[in-house]
């Protein structure tokens, strides 16, 4: 018991207990902790022979936190934030990023945690100081305070808890005999197998000028054909660039006219491409004569932004905040059915593949999904179960009312690209105040899923070859700004984003085999990226599931 008394722990309680029994004016007297060498008072609290003996007079006015897994984790930094964040930062876009980096971080971050926050072992019992009787007038001398017997052996099968150092060194893979760095669970997780990712060339292939592509939001002026030619509005002209032999060829010249290029588009099968102007005005052009077939001078009263094909239907979206529906066989300018479902102007437009509804945004926010064909809701004022859509009957009796009506986003709705895997699928991007991509089913009106990109939006366009989405962006809340992302669906993990535009990535288009994506910019380029490119031994394979080949 020497040992006991001359011990640290010994030497607090004797002067715990001196101070105790001496007379006031000695404990205002500061003393000198010997362990910690802080000088405390003995006026913070009056110790009794009857009072029970706390961490803090045994331990003077240090305090020592408690530390368990969880407050680790929050000491590092390394929980998550459980209050609200901003929807422009929830998100953030980083410089340079793709599907490897992206797996790498989430692994480095998963072993990080193991590491740094490993199981707590179970806390020691506080010293308690042993009971006396009341009429006691003198204190026991010290003793162990939790246990009586220093040296005590159990045997490994009567243990238990698994953890004891007997049952743990009895384990040949135990913790103690590892010659890794790591634990036990980080080690596992970086011996198990990952999923192999396809990695995307980070540099465009080709890059081409494009002097005065206007850098306006509203306007779409660049559009890829099924035949691989390229149409491009530079300011007054539309120009047409040959994919197969890089051949440039001038389609019109509007300067005549003092008008300027604000929309193409090429339908779906064939050479014809529609232009829209500034001034309401709408050519169609056949790109093989370089001759215009058709024009309707009063389409719109004001710029025609958006244009969108569905086989011989054209239909034109302008700042007039109305939808116009023209058959380009009849030889009437009238058009043959008018949308007016918006309050702001009509700045995206697209068609389903498969002939369904048309898609409308605009600069008010909304999303509207039409149905020529007659299709109706029953209910006057419905909802979908979600609550996202909702049958509008703004129509001035100029049309009919939209099939559905999206009110979720917050900024101007130009993005719009339906899903070529699964029909009925929509998706949107919002504006500069919204940055969301939005998944609509549009059978029902409910919304799938979202999703923050931290930036604006500008355009959207799904893969053919494989189930991901390409976006281009914006202004941005972060530093990365003006991406062009590619996004896994429906997981919505980023599979790379590419780099290289100074300025908003306004214009996005696919060549027609689905390779290869072209992106226009206020920097006045065109830059080229092979995003899909074919996988090794990419001849189709004969499939007995592919019934087309069954039939004679």
Not at 116 to 121: C, I, K, Y
Not at 354 to 380: E, F, H, M, Q, Y
Not at 474 to 503: D, E, R
Request: net charge positive; with cysteine.
């Amino acid at each position: 018991m020497s040992g006991l008394k001359n011990s640290p722990f010994g030497k607090r309680l004797r002067a715990t207990h001196q101070d105790n029994e001496e007379d006031g004016p000695r404990r205002n007297r500061q003393r000198v902790n010997p362990i910690f060498y802080t000088a405390t008072s003995s006026t913070t609290k009056d110790v009794t022979p009857e009072s029970p003996v706390t961490m803090r007079d045994m331990y003077g006015d240090r305090f020592v936190p408690s530390r368990d897994a969880g407050d680790m984790r929050t000491s590092y930094h390394l929980m998550e934030e459980s209050g609200p964040s901003t929807p422009s930062k929830s998100r953030i876009i980083p410089t340079e990023s793709d599907a490897l980096k992206e797996q790498a971080n989430a692994i480095f971050t998963s072993i990080l945690h193991t590491e740094v926050t490993p199981p707590s072992p179970r806390r020691p019992t506080s010293p308690q100081r042993p009971t006396t009787s009341s009429s006691a007038t003198t204190t026991l001398p010290p003793s162990t305070p939790t246990r009586k017997r220093i040296f005590h052996y159990t045997s490994p099968a009567t243990s238990a808890n698994p953890s004891t150092p007997t049952r743990r060194l009895d384990t040949p893979t135990d913790e103690a005999y590892s010659m890794s760095p790591v634990r036990a669970e980080s080690r596992q997780l970086l011996e198990s197998p990952r999923r192999q990712l396809r990695s995307v060339c980070k540099t465009p292939y080709r890059v081409l000028d494009a002097p005065d592509l206007a850098d306006d939001f509203y306007l779409n002026l660049v559009d890829w054909s099924n035949t691989n030619v390229l149409g491009v509005g530079l300011g007054s002209c539309v120009y047409l660039w040959t994919a197969h032999n890089a051949a440039v060829s001038k389609l019109c010249d509007l300067a005549a006219s003092n008008d300027t290029v604000s929309s193409v588009s090429w339908v779906q099968k064939g050479t014809l491409l529609a232009i829209g102007t500034l001034s309401g005005r709408m050519h169609i052009y056949d790109a093989n004569t370089l001759q215009v077939q058709r024009s309707y001078n009063n389409a719109h009263t004001q710029r025609i932004g958006a244009l969108a094909w569905n086989s011989h239907i054209l239909s034109s979206g302008s700042r007039d905040r109305m939808v116009h529906h023209r058959d380009v066989r009849e030889a009437s300018h009238r058009p043959f059915k008018r949308c007016a479902g918006h309050r702001q102007e009509v700045c995206g437009l697209k068609w389903a593949r498969d002939g369904g509804p048309l898609a409308s945004g605009g600069n008010d926010n909304k999303v509207c999904i039409w149905d020529l064909r007659g299709s109706k809701r029953t209910s006057v004022t419905g909802s979908s179960t979600s609550g996202s859509g909702s049958v509008d009957d703004a129509g001035n009796g100029s049309g009919d009312a939209p099939l559905w009506k999206f009110h979720e986003h917050t900024a101007a709705v130009k993005a719009l690209a339906w899903d070529p895997h699964v029909s009925g699928v929509l998706a949107t991007g919002g504006g500069t105040q919204d940055k969301h991509i939005r998944f609509w089913n549009t059978f029902n009106g409910t919304m799938l899923s979202e999703l923050d990109t931290g930036s604006q939006v500008c355009n959207l366009i799904w893969s053919l070859t494989s189930h991901e989405l390409v976006s281009t962006h914006g202004f941005s809340s972060t530093t990365a700004q003006n991406q062009i992302c590619i996004w896994k669906y429906p997981t919505l993990n980023m599979v790379a984003s590419l780099t290289g535009h100074t300025h908003r990535v306004l214009y996005l288009a696919m060549s027609p085999d689905g390779e290869t994506i072209v992106t226009g910019a206020g920097d006045e380029t065109l830059r080229f990226w092979n995003a899909f490119p074919k996988k090794e031994g990419g001849e189709k394979r004969e499939t007995r599931l592919d019934y087309g080949r069954l039939i004679r």
